[in-house]
């Protein structure tokens, strides 16, 4: 669906990212992991656009995107920042209801069924009882999810989170993940996310991209790639992979 060729991006004469390939399908997640400066948040601005390209291409399908308008590009990728200012004054639900801007008329009115799009985000993120509730009076966890129904609610066939989980208590991470994959699979979306804790990219992720000083170190299933060698190289701390018999998700511990 989405493919990154040899990417590689500049912050004025610093090489950030550096030829980094990868795909993102329909129905799987695809989480980067590596230290700070790494170059994972550029590799999400580079792919909504923010920044420009120093090489390579991302081609939504045969179509490079950047010969798309913006509304265009909006209308195939839901993007959940790092962080968001939130409207002033707004109820939750109107808040979700931005996510419909790319799709709205001249008179910029929800239509039936633009609303049918935005009460089903709304459910799928289990915040129907904040609907009616102004947004700046949400806890970081529940604004998150709010975020999160917003980009739903732009129906996109791709959705990005950059560190979706920062600043969230366990509870809150464990569910807002719980939600990004169940909808991966549910309706077909292909994911990439951003992700710090080592531990929640091996549970939640179906392929792994580790990145060290913008280069690409390893990429593929994370029982195979979160090794003990690459994770202590990449992480410059020695670090220990435990795999239990009661999960299928290797645990990274450091020693």
């Known amino acids: 669906m989405l493919t990154v060729n040899h990417l590689s991006i500049k912050y004025g004469d610093r090489t950030i990212v550096n030829d980094i390939s990868f795909e993102l399908t329909p129905g799987k997640v695809v ?33 490079d995107m950047k010969t798309l308008s913006e509304v265009e590009r ?37 239509s039936d069924s633009d609303k049918q799009i935005v009460d089903h985000a709304i459910r799928e993120t289990s915040i129907e009882s904040l609907q009616d509730k102004n947004i700046k009076s949400l806890s970081g966890g529940e604004q998150q999810r709010v975020i999160l129904a917003q980009a739903l609610a732009q129906d996109a066939p791709i959705m990005i989170l950059d560190e979706p989980t920062s600043h969230l ?6 569910s807002l993940l719980t939600i990004v994959k169940n909808l991966s699979r549910e309706k077909n979306v292909a994911v990439l996310m951003v992700l710090h804790d080592l531990n929640l990219a091996s549970r939640f992720a179906d392929e792994i991209l580790i990145l060290k ?19 202590s190289s990449v992480y410059q701390v020695p670090m220990s992979v435990i795999t239990l018999e009661e999960s299928p998700y290797p645990m990274v511990v450091p020693k």
């Open 74 to 110: 909006a209308r195939k990728i839901g993007v959940v920042p790092q962080s968001s200012h939130l409207p002033d004054d707004f109820t939750v639900y109107n808040t979700v209801a931005l996510g419909r801007t790319p799709y709205l008329g001249f008179m910029g009115r929800l």
């Open 169 to 174: 208590d366990l509870n809150y991470k464990l």
């Open 213 to 231: 000083n913008g280069l690409l170190q390893a990429a593929g299933d994370p029982a195979e790639v979160m090794t003990e060698k690459t994770l």
């Open 31 to 63: 989480v980067l992991i590596g230290p700070n400066g790494s170059g994972k948040t550029t590799i999400i601005r580079g792919i909504t656009g923010a920044v420009p390209l120093e090489g390579g291409n991302i081609c939504f399908g045969q179509t």
